[in-house]
């Protein structure tokens, strides 16, 4: 009876995905209730149309899963086993739930992503990058951007593959996302995160970057869903082509493509609904040529919006009106990188929601992340990162300057572990934050005070507390100061035992545009241009104690102003093995990690 369902169910998705338009309104009966018992007042619905989606793809997936572990068995062994394996596993791959966008989606598509004005270089950006990995042993983890624009989209990828390599290096051994492609089952994984990444093999780095794209697409779905956009071109039928990779094929029915318009992309897009993960590693693994093409960026970024709903998108923005990529230049805004990273299109990076009060309220962070995000505005006082962001489940951050995103990373996730002072620190700035209706703005009312004051069980002297509130307000950098020369039995950080020293730590940054290696060792005598590749740039960071307010004001002089007094330099260096370097991503690192002095070898690490 089951199995009776499950085919009606079938053959219920395969008839509707090939419908180029809407079912008729006179319909068969419906024989399963799960298939088919959706009223006529609520089938319309936007819910119950993505619900009846999903069950559709749910019961072809299993139908399709079934075939597939049933086929090895029926075929005899040898070479012509494979080869019929294969021409099955591509029959397969054409029952699917691929389908056009109907002319509304597409002009609703278009129009959220690029406007209604969007000049033609913004449009060849997104329309010329790939997800492709370096050829660079060096950087060979890394994702190599060509072109301005989808590096908030490169980054938020990258993120993900990074952690995977780094820390589940195990599940990526032996364990092909789409076993009948052969990708061998003898490569090397590395379990350690203590290697240089030139060692990692072509195998490992796919696996790391379809399960990347799966799970980023599945947090866009609402862990229900994640919806594949690829191309379809009817005229270049991929398997009658023998000796010719599907990569060349699919660059040859690109030449001559353009998207100018909700039209043009309506003509090529196909798009796919899977409801299990192993379905979606699958399909993404079949359909990675796509993604390794030069529209592969646009594509994910129209998979994860479709995967997150359309709608829904629009009601994450604080204003649905703007495009989510920005003129004049063409980059991702904060949207677009924070649904890659959180799953939801909000515009802010403070934590939860900013009541302005009237009913109007400003979007963040709703919840714990895996991968996080700082960004130099934050150094500049133009936005205040949230613990959601800052301190990610892996130590790993998405960079934002003005123009570009990078990625900074840890091997160690230790590098996140807080000692007392710090743990401490971190409760009191979130009860602060919490109280902040400023946007970040770093003060807060009198009677938020007191609430702070209640949760984090501090005790200030009655003229302390009188000082601190007579201005009718309370600024943080006051606050702080206070609770550094506040003793501990009353709440404080005031502590001269020594006990609480400072960390030293490794991170490493990577910025996925090639340029020219000013530091590589090969000199070419000839004079032909430098070695062209991205960049990894290993940091040593330290980060001091601070225990009174006047090493605290000391750092704050050191850090600003590497030429201060002599006395505040002799200070500085007794905590210091070697002499510290700046550079802007050295002010995004300090959002996280305040006081921190970074060194490194070679050329400084570029953000931009």
Known sequence: MGDRGEDEDLQMAIRMSMQRATPETKRSKPQDAAAGAVSESSEDSPESKTRRRELMAAAAEKRIAAAVRVLPSSLPPGKKSVELGRREELRLKSVNLSKELSAEEANQLFSMVFGNEVSKGILAQWS?????????????????????????????????VLKHIIFFSDELKDVPCLPQKGLGASFKSLSVPSYNFSSLTEGVKVRALVRSMAEILFSCGSNRRAVIATLSFPENDIPRFEGISEDEVIAKSLQGLSIESAVDLQKVLRVETCASQTTALQ????????????????????????????????????????????????????????????????????????????????????R???????????????????????SPKWPIWVVGSESHYTVLFALDPSVQSENELEGRETQIRKAFDAQDQSGGGGFISVEGFHQVLRETDIKFPPEKLEHLCSAGFIV?????????????????????????????????????????????????????????????????????????PEEFMADVKVSSAPSASDSAGKDNEVSKPEPSQHAPLVDCIRTRWARATCSWFGDPPSIV
């Open 283 to 366: 399909r993404l693994e079949a359909n990675l040529p796509f993604f390794q093409s030069r529209m592969g960026a646009l594509l994910f970024l129209i998979s994860a919006l479709l995967s997150r709903g359309l709608d829904l998108v629009q009601s994450d923005r604080d204003d649905p009106s703007l495009p989510l990529v920005t003129a004049p230049f063409g980059h991702a805004s904060q949207e677009i990188v924070n649904l890659l990273l959180c799953g939801e299109a909000v515009p802010n990076v403070f934590d939860g929601r900013m009541d302005l009060g009237g009913g109007m309220f400003l979007k963040g962070i709703s």
């Open 128 to 160: 010329n990058q790939g997800i492709r990995f370096s050829s660079d042993p060096v950087t060979s983890m890394g994702l190599v951007q060509h072109e301005g624009g989808p590096c908030g989209v490169l980054a938020a990828i990258q993120a993900f």
């Open 368 to 390: 714990d992340v895996e991968v996080g995000f700082l960004t130099l505005l934050e150094s500049l006082n133009f936005c205040k990162v949230g613990q959601h962001l800052k």
């Open 476 to 548: 943080w950098s006051e606050f702080w100061q206070v609770i550094l020369d506040l003793d501990k039995s009353l709440g404080g950080l005031k502590d001269s035992s020594g006990l609480m020293g400072k960390k030293v730590f490794d991170l490493y940054h990577f910025n996925g545009i090639a340029k020219s290696d000013l530091n590589g060792s090969q000199v070419n005598s000839a004079g032909e241009t430098p070695l062209q590749r991205p960049r990894l740039t290993k940091l040593r960071v330290s980060v001091p104690p601070r225990w009174t």
